[in-house]
């Protein structure tokens, strides 16, 4: 596993529950906030994929 994509995972997790804290409290701001970070982190640990997939490919 490279840096983006454990950062990417630790972002997506960061920001569900962000996410499930708005909910839980009614508090829109924060829901959304989560949902744009946890969107964040899968296009972070995708491009970690896509960068290994790479990689090996030209190992």
């Known amino acids: 596993m490279n840096k983006d994509q454990s950062k990417g995972h630790g972002k997506e997790a ?6 499930v804290a708005g909910k839980a409290t009614g508090d829109k701001s924060t829901e959304v906030k989560g949902k744009a970070e946890k969107h964040a982190g ?3 640990a995708k491009y970690g994929d896509l960068k290994s997939d790479a990689q090996k490919k030209t190992e």
């Open 14 to 19: 960061k920001g569900k529950l962000k996410e």
């Open 42 to 44: 899968k296009a972070q």
